[in-house]
């Protein structure tokens, strides 16, 4: 799932973040004292789940990639977190209407949501993860096949021999008619690895 278009799908939808939405680098890099305007939230990315493959002749996959979102919340005014717990519940609201059934791309359905939780809380701030999950479908085209395909050499042209399972009718080896003596006549079971028709097709 590219983030970018989470981080400015949020910024665009959310105005309570005020364009503080960033990737997860930024999130990494944060330092537990930094001076940072809240609230602000952070997308970071998640685990992945595979379905089995579900082709016998080509490749579909059911995917389902996840993604956490972390609102970073003001937590100063009260160091048991109630000021900020209560942030939660609007800040959550205004992001599941900013993400809920939105596509984060054209390969993909829209996003659901599958939980939240607290991450940490101290005396300046609570970070509080909203974890959300949009499937997509492996085809062929995401696979190593196209390329390989592309690497063969030119199918020039198409050489047919026919080893018939019954040959008794073969025109081919009857007396008087281009009869092969020291092959049994008739052929009474097939196949026998001789080849009675043939045909040599070239391609442009």
């Given at each position: 799932?590219?983030?970018?278009?989470?981080?400015?799908?949020?910024?665009?939808t959310?105005?309570?973040?005020?364009?503080?939405?960033?990737?997860?680098?930024?999130?990494?890099?944060?330092?537990?004292?930094?001076k940072?305007?809240?609230?602000?939230?952070?997308?970071?990315?998640?685990?992945?789940?595979?379905?089995?493959?579900?082709?016998?002749?080509?490749y579909?996959?059911?995917?389902?990639?996840?993604?956490?979102?972390?609102?970073?919340?003001?937590?100063?005014?009260?160091?048991?977190?109630?000021?900020?717990?209560?942030?939660?519940?609007?800040?959550?609201?205004?992001?599941?209407?900013?993400?809920l059934?939105?596509?984060?791309?054209?390969?993909?359905?829209?996003?659901?949501?599958?939980?939240?939780?607290?991450?940490?809380?101290?005396?300046?701030?609570l970070?509080?993860?909203?974890?959300?999950?949009a499937?997509?479908?492996?085809?062929?085209?995401?696979?190593?096949q196209?390329?390989?395909?592309?690497?063969?050499?030119r199918?020039?042209?198409?050489?047919?021999?026919?080893?018939?399972?019954?040959?008794?009718?073969?025109?081919?080896?009857v007396?008087?008619?281009?009869?092969?003596?020291?092959?049994?006549?008739?052929?009474?079971?097939g196949?026998?690895?001789?080849?009675?028709?043939?045909?040599?097709?070239?391609l442009?």
């Open positions: 799932m590219n983030l970018d278009n989470v981080i400015e799908r949020i910024r665009a959310c105005p309570s973040f005020a364009q503080r939405v960033a990737g997860a680098a930024e999130f990494a890099a944060l330092p537990q004292n930094a940072v305007a809240l609230p602000a939230a952070f997308v970071i990315p998640m685990d992945d789940r595979a379905g089995e493959q579900e082709s016998q002749n080509r579909r996959q059911a995917l389902t990639d996840r993604v956490a979102v972390v609102m970073v919340l003001d937590n100063s005014a009260d160091r048991r977190g109630q000021a900020a717990v209560t942030t939660v519940h609007s800040l959550r609201a205004e992001l599941w209407r900013s993400l059934l939105w596509p984060p791309g054209p390969e993909y359905d829209g996003l659901i949501y599958e939980g939240g939780q607290g991450l940490l809380m101290d005396g300046a701030r970070y509080y993860q909203l974890e959300f999950a499937e997509t479908e492996l085809d062929v085209e995401d696979t190593a196209p390329g390989m395909k592309e690497a063969l050499p199918l020039a042209s198409i050489h047919v021999r026919a080893d018939v399972i019954d040959p008794m009718f073969d025109p081919n080896n007396p008087g008619q281009n009869y092969d003596p020291a092959q049994p006549n008739p052929r009474t079971a196949p026998d690895g001789r080849a009675e028709a043939g045909a040599d097709i070239p442009e």
